[in-house]
């Protein structure tokens, strides 16, 4: 089929490759990684659809990892976030269902400004600070409307949902950066995967990319978690945001007014 034509083309999945391990090695360091893939696939050609289907895959390959960390240590009780995770699966494959509804023109649109948003939004947001509380109960009727949210804007587009996570749950519970980071990991997982499921089902995976870009990922995020370089996050998160923020203006010019 003519839009599985460009992830077969073997110089665009190297680029693409590469494009994953850098933002996974960012990631890691300064956040927002995620920004990256999703503007790069579409600058590759891929329809619409399909670029959300294989960044899920993509995705999904990181957030796993991420979230099993977190397990691990002991940073992430499923127990207490039973509601949360339900509430998300069911945001997210609503969303993901959206998304497959939305006409490819509307996607093409779409996409660019949603990166766009969200790279202004990492750029110039300041984490709020919440006192560790480790003993605090999670109050749980607050799970369900912050799970359906974030899982169904996760299913429809996606970026800056890790980041989305962190804050919010920094500023509905009484939990650290850390312990709020392990439930944005393990909530991105859960919302990746149930809109990957959906995309699957409806045949809009590049398998041989979406598989070679979530490796690099996870190799950039190894290797990023492991390099320690003092202040490399505030020298490193706003040109990269910035170029997130350049790409995604391009791909909104081209997309509403036909300029290449």
Request: hydrophobic share 55%; glycine share 12%; aromatic share 12%.
């Amino acid at each position: 089929m003519p839009m599985f034509e460009v992830a077969a083309d073997p110089l665009v999945l190297v680029v693409l490759m590469l494009v994953a391990f850098l933002a996974g090695f960012i990631d890691a360091i300064a956040g927002g990684g995620g920004l990256l893939t999703l503007p790069a696939l579409l600058t590759a050609g891929l329809p619409p659809h399909l670029v959300l289907g294989t960044n899920k895959l993509c995705a999904t390959f990181g957030s796993a990892t991420a979230s099993l960390t977190f397990y691990r240590r002991k940073l992430f009780d499923p127990r207490q976030w039973r509601f949360a995770l339900l509430a998300t699966a069911i945001g997210a494959g609503l969303g993901a269902g959206l998304a497959h509804w939305i006409p490819a023109q509307w996607l093409n649109q779409m996409l660019p400004l949603i990166v766009f948003a969200c790279g202004l939004y990492l750029l110039f947001s300041r984490m709020p600070t919440t006192p560790r509380d480790e003993g605090a109960i999670i109050a749980k009727r607050r799970q369900w409307p912050q799970g359906l949210a974030l899982g169904f804007y996760d299913g429809v587009a996606g970026p800056g949902t890790g980041a989305f996570w962190t804050v919010s749950n920094m500023l509905l519970y009484p939990l650290d950066l850390l312990r709020a980071s392990g439930v944005a990991r393990s909530m991105n997982f859960v919302s990746n995967a149930m809109a990957l499921t959906v995309f699957i089902i409806s045949g809009q995976v590049a398998w041989v990319l979406g598989i070679g870009m979530g490796l690099a990922l996870m190799a950039g995020a190894y290797l990023g978690a492991r390099t320690a370089i003092q202040g490399g996050s505030k020298f490193i998160r706003p040109i990269f945001i910035s170029v997130v923020l350049v790409l995604s203006l391009r791909l909104a010019w081209q997309h509403w007014f036909g300029t290449t």
